[in-house]
């Protein structure tokens, strides 16, 4: 059953490491999603993650559809997990935007270093309170249609510009 004004909201899709229930890593990404990702993008977007679909079917197709159809994507980095690596390639395939974070604990692998990417550590309020501001003027770039681009995109635009066929 849809949410109340969810139809009005733009979708946000939060790719985001996990964990088995009662993990750290689920302690934190249950943290950050509530206290972080959807109070920066809330009202305008319906921010959902993975965990939160409740249709029945197969995971990963349902996973993969919504990353094709969700207005933007937030994507934690965090931990280096290879599902969030995996379904953020396919986000970059479709050149869609995404926004990336990460914990300042951690180091941005070096084929993602080149984008924005948000660090902040959740547990520090400050550093929450940054983060929120820049989710927020992220979200309001994307929605002006300024998001910059993908992997994708600057290959398809370095082949034409040193005369290679598509």
């Known amino acids: 059953m849809p949410e109340p004004n969810q139809s009005a909201q733009k979708k946000c899709f939060v790719i985001a490491p996990i ?15 509530e206290h972080v990702f959807k109070k920066a993008l809330s009202p305008e977007y319906h921010v ?3 965990d939160e679909i409740s249709e029945p079917g197969m995971i990963t ?25 995996y379904e953020l390639a396919v986000r970059h395939a479709i050149e869609k935007p995404i926004i990336h974070v990460i914990d300042t604990h951690w180091r941005i692998p070096f084929d993602v270093s080149g984008f ?11 550093s929450v309170a940054d983060a ?35």
Request: glycine share 6%; charged share 25%; no cysteine.
């Open 48 to 50: 959902k993650r993975a």
């Open 61 to 85: 197709s349902q996973i993969l559809q919504v990353i094709q159809d969700y207005d933007l994507v937030l994507a934690d980095l965090t931990e280096h997990n290879p599902n969030v690596f």
């Open 116 to 126: 924005r990417t948000i660090a902040f550590d959740f547990t520090d309020l400050n």
């Open 132 to 166: 929120i501001k820049q989710i927020q003027e992220q979200a309001t770039e994307v929605s002006k249609g300024n998001w910059g681009g993908t992997p994708i995109k600057f290959a398809s635009l370095m082949r034409r510009t040193q005369g290679e066929s598509q």
């Open 19 to 33: 964990g088995d229930k009662d993990s750290g890593t689920r302690k934190r990404s249950d943290t950050v999603l």
